[in-house]
C-alpha cells in the first residue's frame, strides 16, 4: 500500500468514524426521550393508585374495623440525614396505619415497607411510638407471592374492587 492509499484509507475511515458518531447521538438523544417518556408513564400510574387509595380512604376512613380521625397523604418528615416520604398516613388517638400505594405491587415493595419505611418511621415519627402501628400495601395489582409475603408479615392489602376498596387481612 503506497502513502497516498494509506492517506485516502484513514481519511475515509475518519469520515465513516465522523458520521458513526453523530449517528449515535441521534440514537442517544432518541433513546433518552422513550426513557424519559416510559418514566413518565410509570409516574403517572402510580399517581392515578395514589390517589384513588388515598380519595377512598379519605371518603371512609375505615381500615379493618379501625375508625381514624385523619387521612394524610405524601407526608414527608427529615430529621438529621434521615428523611422519607409516606404515601398516605391514617391517624386516630391510639392507631396509625402507614400505608404504600404501588399501581402494581412487587415483592421488593414489602420488603421496602417492612425493613425500610417503617423501620425510617419509627426513627422520625417518635411521637406515634406508643400507638397501635398498622402497615398496609394498596396496589391495583397484587400476585400470588406478594399477598403470601404481605401476609406472613402482617401487611394489610388493599386491593380495588369495583369502586371500593378490599381489604384482606393477615
Request: charged share 35%; hydrophobic share 35%.
Amino acid at each position: 500500500m503506497t502513502d497516498k492509499e494509506l492517506k485516502e484509507l484513514v481519511a475515509s475511515l475518519a469520515i465513516s468514524q465522523a458520521k458513526t458518531d453523530e449517528q449515535m447521538e441521534k440514537t442517544d438523544k432518541k433513546l433518552y426521550k422513550i426513557a424519559k417518556m416510559v418514566g413518565g408513564i410509570s409516574n403517572n400510574q402510580g399517581d392515578i393508585a395514589e390517589e384513588f387509595f388515598y380519595n377512598s380512604l379519605a371518603s371512609k376512613p375505615k381500615l379493618a374495623g379501625i375508625k381514624y380521625d385523619y387521612v394524610d397523604k405524601n407526608i414527608t418528615r427529615q430529621r438529621k440525614n434521615l428523611r422519607d416520604e409516606y404515601d398516605i398516613l391514617m391517624v386516630n388517638g391510639k392507631d396509625i396505619a402507614i400505608i404504600e400505594t404501588k399501581y402494581k405491587a412487587h415483592i421488593r415493595d414489602v420488603e421496602k415497607l417492612i425493613n425500610r419505611k417503617y423501620e425510617n418511621f419509627k426513627k422520625l415519627y417518635p411521637e406515634y411510638r406508643d400507638y397501635n402501628h398498622h402497615l398496609g400495601l394498596a396496589s391495583f395489582y397484587i400476585n400470588e407471592d406478594v399477598k403470601d409475603m404481605a401476609l406472613d408479615n402482617n401487611v394489610m392489602l388493599l386491593q380495588r374492587k369495583g369502586d371500593i376498596i378490599e381489604t384482606i387481612m393477615p
